[in-house]
Structure formats: structure tokens, C-alpha cells
């Protein structure tokens, strides 16, 4: 891998944006920032986007539909926020409406400085899409803090969004130009992707403890060492991607049948024949898959045969 060239998941963190997160409760700057013809606002549809041109669509606070505001924070000097708005009361038609995933690849198509900003609002548009109640009392909730909170209007108890960790992990075996990569196939994916395995963490558990036992579940894998990679917000629909590197200490794959239908080991040299040829598709773009693919394999996916 070039030393040059950030990788994926990397890159996404160089266009952080500042959350201005003792503004939420300043109503009056928010009313203020709602009124200036530069804000950028981008509007949610319960948890979908509508993308304009091939593009994530923002526009000026005039052109925005009434609803549930979140102030997402400065870029370059420019408030960004959202609007969350009930699905039925969307502007366009219910089918230009599409979830986050469907507009990854846009984000990665030279426009990945605006990824931070997408994830943050769609995150924050799944949370309040799933939480409709207080677990307490049952009461209804009311959004405050610009977006960050809700709160019970019965029994007054507050709700911040949560954040699932989930585990993604490239695991190896082997030395030199022996040395394998272990890819799965998702039982519901299109014919020839594969990917990295992946899982959520449970109560009590350590994230390396997460990583052992996802793979020995899914693929019946044994791993031993485990090491940090990096992370990658996934508000799909509330995961936050901790993604790691391990070793297998076993390498007879038994897949579970249930979330993986396939798995197997791939050489370096069969993985860059069965990606030019399209017998295998993985991960690109602005995933942190992505990026631990491409460390193992030790160049970026592409060039004919990976597009």
C-alpha cells in the first residue's frame, strides 16, 4: 500500500465536522441559523435521502419542509443541519426516498467530505425512528437539545442516542504468498460478493473476546491474536464498526448456515484472479471493509476487474 494514500475508512476522518454541541440548546442561534440563507439543510424522510443529480441533495433553509430539526455543526464556516420529516409528508415522490446505503457510493464518488454530516443525520433519523416511546412509562417523547435528546413529557426522563459496537475483522493464516484471508458470503447477498465477517458485541464481553467468538460462531474458525484497526461510524441503523485483525489458530471452516452461506480462504493471488475476472466482488468505496481488505492485499481494489 502506498504510503501516500489514506485508506478508506481513514479519509472519512479527515472531514469531521465541528458539532458545535453547546449550541443545541441555544434557541435563539438556532433560530438565527435557520434564518440565513447560507445554512445547508438536509432532509431526512424518517430515515431515507433523497439524492438529486447523483448526489446527496442540501439546500437552503427556505426550501425546507417543516419538521424535527438537528443541528448537525460548522464546515468550513457553514451551519449544517437536518430536518427530519414524517415519510408521508416528504416532498417528491415515495420512491425517490432511499436508504443511507443506497448513497454510499456517492459519498465514496468524490464527495466523501460530506460522509460525516450524512451519517450523523441519518443516525440521528434512525434513532428517533426507532424510539418512540419512553421505556419507563410508555409516555410520548419530545425532541430537544437540537436533535440529541428526547424526553418523556410524563415522566420527564431523558433519552440520548445510543450507539451499537459491532466488531469487523480480516483474519489471516499462513506466511509470504501463502498467507489467506478469510472472506463470507451473507446468505441474502447477490451472487460473488464477499466480505469480511462481522458482529456485534454483547453485554460483558471484551471486543477481542467479540471477534473470537463471531467467527468461530459463524465459520467455526478458531482465531488467536487479535489486534485494533480502526473505526467507522455505520448508522446502519446504530452501529459504531471496530474493525480488527486476527489469526487463525484453526483454519477447517463449518459456516452456520443461518447468516453465512459460504466462506473460504483466499491467497493473494486467487483473490486478484477472482476479482479481475468478476468472479468475486468486494467491498469498496468509503467502508472500513474496505480498507481491511486492502491492507491485507496490500494495494488499492482498482483498475479493471475491481470497478
Not at 26 to 45: G, H, I, K, N
Not at 250 to 263: C, L, P, Q
Request: charge should be negative; include cysteine.
Amino acid at each position: 500500500m502506498s504510503p501516500e494514500r489514506l485508506l478508506p475508512h481513514v479519509a472519512l476522518s479527515l472531514h469531521a465536522h465541528n458539532r458545535m454541541g453547546l449550541r443545541r440548546t441555544d434557541e435563539a442561534w438556532l433560530a438565527e441559523q435557520m434564518s440565513d440563507p447560507a445554512t445547508r439543510v438536509l432532509v431526512v424522510a424518517g430515515n431515507r435521502l433523497r439524492p438529486v443529480d447523483g448526489a446527496v441533495h442540501w439546500v437552503g433553509p427556505d426550501e425546507a419542509p417543516e419538521g424535527t430539526l438537528v443541528l448537525l455543526g460548522d464546515r468550513d464556516g457553514v451551519v449544517h443541519v437536518a430536518v427530519i420529516v414524517p415519510p408521508d409528508l416528504a416532498p417528491g415522490e415515495a420512491e425517490e426516498w432511499v436508504p443511507l446505503r443506497s448513497v454510499l457510493t456517492l459519498l465514496a464518488d468524490g464527495t466523501a467530505q460530506q460522509a460525516p454530516l450524512v451519517m450523523h443525520a441519518v443516525g440521528l433519523a434512525e434513532w428517533h425512528h426507532a424510539t418512540r416511546f419512553c421505556p419507563r412509562c410508555g409516555g410520548s417523547l419530545a425532541s430537544r437539545a437540537a436533535g440529541h435528546e428526547l424526553r418523556c413529557t410524563q415522566c420527564d426522563r431523558a433519552q440520548f442516542p445510543r450507539t451499537d459496537p459491532a466488531v469487523i475483522m480480516a483474519i489471516t493464516h499462513g506466511e509470504g504468498d501463502d498467507e489467506a484471508i478469510l472472506l463470507g458470503r451473507n446468505t441474502a447477498w447477490p451472487a460473488g460478493r464477499w466480505s469480511t465477517l462481522a458482529g456485534f458485541c454483547e453485554p460483558g464481553e471484551t471486543l477481542e473476546d467479540a471477534v473470537r467468538r463471531e467467527v468461530h460462531e459463524e465459520v467455526g474458525v478458531r482465531v488467536g491474536e487479535v489486534s485494533y484497526f480502526g473505526s467507522q461510524p455505520w448508522p446502519l441503523p446504530a452501529s459504531l464498526m471496530l474493525g480488527f485483525t486476527g489469526r487463525a489458530s484453526t483454519t477447517d471452516i463449518d459456516v452456520d448456515g443461518a447468516e453465512i452461506e459460504e466462506a473460504r480462504w483466499w491467497t493473494r493471488s486467487d483473490f486478484e484472479a477472482a476479482g479481475r475476472s468478476g468472479e468475486l466482488v468486494v467491498p469498496r468505496g468509503i467502508s472500513i471493509s474496505s480498507s481491511l481488505i486492502e491492507t491485507w492485499f496490500g494495494r488499492p481494489l482498482d483498475g479493471p476487474g475491481w470497478d
